[in-house]
């Protein structure tokens, strides 16, 4: 049976400032099959990476209960949670996170170093992801040799290549322009239909968010709207009326 990915119900984290209390996601519900692709939009300060994170397990639900793949995420320790993590959630940000003076070949390998994958096996599953992001012919550069665009492609194939059921990402085209924002799109589009991937996507702009085939969007910590749509690429169009 296919417990889908995601089951959040009543999900609250509420921060604590001294004597205030912050409520950034209060009362959410979701659930998301595999395979889907899903942007989550809304206004600065509306609760979005505070909902990225509790769906990420880096951070726990106030209140309410959070199935990931029917586990109750919940009962798990701090080391199940970083497992978890691991192995089955990749993660990319808008600042890229990559390890400079390394190799991006090593970048991507990492992931499966805290797995304990032999070294060549590493380097193979590495190389395949970076082939498979279209940076084939860079993999002995250093991540600071590479354009915002590229770095970005190196930091989703490390998300990848562990093979997780799904994506999160916040922001991830934040830093780059708009032609390059497209490019990261396109692949991410390309991702989710032919691997299969999930992909949570965070992002304030609409264009961005219309590669997605659902839209979650929040205000003051809630869901208002959850729509799905079949759009296809808007700034793609490769495979529109053929
Ligand atoms: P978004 O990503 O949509 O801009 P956030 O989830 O970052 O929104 O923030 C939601 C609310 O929670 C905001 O009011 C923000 O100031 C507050 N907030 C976020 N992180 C923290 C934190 N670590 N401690 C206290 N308040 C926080
Ligand atoms: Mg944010």
């Known amino acids: 049976m296919d417990n889908g990915l995601i089951d959040i119900r009543n999900a609250c984290k509420t921060y604590h400032l001294g004597e205030v209390e912050i409520h950034a996601v209060r009362g959410v519900d979701v ?37 990931f793949e029917g586990r109750p ?10 497992a978890l ?19 991006i070949l090593e970048n991507v390998a990492l992931p499966l170093m805290y797995q304990g994958v032999g070294r060549r096996e590493r380097r193979r599953r590495a190389q395949e992801m970076l ?15 590479l354009s915002g665009g590229q770095q970005q492609r190196v930091a989703i194939a490390r998300a990848l290549v562990t093979r997780p059921p799904v994506v999160l990402a916040d922001e991830p085209t934040g ?6 924002s497209i490019e990261i799109m396109n692949l991410f589009q390309a991702l989710n239909r032919d691997e299969g991937v999930s992909i949570v996507l965070v992002t304030h702009e609409a264009e961005i968010a219309a590669y997605a085939s659902r839209q979650l969007v929040f205000k003051d910590g809630k869901i208002i709207r ?3 749509h079949s759009a296809g690429p808007i700034g793609g169009g490769a495979n529109s009326a053929a």
């Not at 889907?36 to 990420?56: C, D, P």
């Not at 995420?73 to 970083?82: G, P």
């Not at 082939?131 to 040799?145: F, K, Y």
């Open 73 to 82: 995420i919940e009962r798990l320790s701090r080391r199940q949670l970083a």
């Open 226 to 228: 959850d729509g799905t």
């Open 131 to 145: 082939e498979r992001v279209g940076l084939a012919d860079r993999t002995r550069h250093h991540s600071n040799q």
């Open 175 to 180: 830093n780059l322009d708009s032609a390059t």
């Open 31 to 67: 659930t998301i099959p595999h395979g889907q692709f899903v942007a989550v939009t809304g206004a600065s300060g509306s609760g979005k990476s505070t909902f990225m994170h509790l769906l990420g397990c880096l951070d726990r639900l106030t209140s309410g209960t959070y199935l």
């Open 85 to 103: 993590r691991n192995r089955r959630i990749g993660f990319v940000f808008q600042s890229f996170n990559l390890l400079p003076r390394t190799t």
